[in-house]
């Protein structure tokens, strides 16, 4: 196997095992509750701690990994990773989960940065770049995916009430297996660095890039983006609970259907991409996630609560609704390649950093509008709100569009 083949096995592997972490904290929430004894405004911490942890490690670090190097950096990650979880293993308390997520979000900050850098040094060229970009958010997703799963299997087994933590040795071995993988796929990480005679990029080449209009665009763009994408993950269940009035296990179960259809989006995007163009291809994304909302959310209303429901007779939104998955999950990796690949290497971890930081943001203020909407009005109400940030992701495209054409000295197209 050759050494690039290799580098994208690891970039894969340790992205999803991160993947599988990240989305496991509201599992790991409900557990809190329930063996820890904490009350919810406790338990919810541990979002916090996570998202805040992101956010300060892609803004301190993002910069200074390039001399640090991103290969370095991806096996201190998971090698970090590795110990955590094994010490998770055995703590059995709230503090410890809390102390964990910090570490993971630290790691996730550090290692995206170092992820979609190295993507450009595997893959320089436009379409690869595009390609590899949403393969590897394609595996991202499965990650997630085969968390949720893994989780539920090790809780449902559970019978001391600290049975389902075996689940974190599980987890150490897979990012000790990512770090191994590092250790023998080693990157040419010259092109990352400035030269010599010029000053290695830093915080004021992070504000240089913030002010610029390409930027302003392209930020714009992620954080509505994972607006809508938060929107719908966090309250999903909810909404499946509360509105479809599915059990509550069937509606966590039945929430994996829209991981399982990011997943299928960012791996049917890698080949698209390339026939499409970038711009064809989000647009008609973006039209039909408007009109799964459009045409699924109105079959929600009177829905009466059925006894001994079953994944027969679930209402048939239960399926449809999340299947908008699919045409959401090329949008992220694909904006986020376009900027990338128009950008000199040296500027990518920067870039990267305000790309996380701006995710992040756009997550949790997402994540809260809905929240209260749902809580005053309705979850219809609150899932057909999405509609508006669809739309501006839309203007924010066209805008990108034209100043990426621009900077590149290409005719800007007329449709």
Known sequence: MGRPALAVIALATSYAVLGLLMNSVGTVILQSIQHYGVSKPEAATLEACKDLSVVAASFLFAVHLPRFGFRRAQIAVMLAIAVGALLMSVADSFVATQLFFVLTGLCFGIAKVATYASIGLVRPDREGH?????????IFMIGILVGIWMFGWFIGGDRTGQDWLNVYRVIAALAALAALLWWFAPLDEARSRAPADIAAPGYRDMLALAVLTSTIAFLAAIFLYVLVEQSIGTWLPTFNNQVLHLPSAMSVQASSIFVAALAVGRLSASGLVARLGWFRLLLI???????????TLPTTHGLRLQPDVTWFSAPIAAYIFPLIGVFMAPIYPIVSSVVLSALPQQRHASMVGLMVIFSALGGTIGSIITGIV????????????????????????????????????QAVPSQ
């Not at 994304?285 to 045409?295: F, H």
């Not at 509609?387 to 000295?409: D, S, Y």
């Open 130 to 138: 595009a390609s590899l970009t949403s393969l590897i958010e394609g």
């Open 374 to 409: 749902f809580d005053r009005f309705s979850g219809q109400t609150a899932f057909y709100l999405v509609l508006v940030p669809i739309a501006l992701i839309g203007v924010a495209l066209w805008w990108l569009r034209r100043v990426t054409a621009r900077a590149t000295g």
């Open 285 to 295: 994304c973006l039209a039909a996630m408007a009109a799964l909302v459009v045409l």
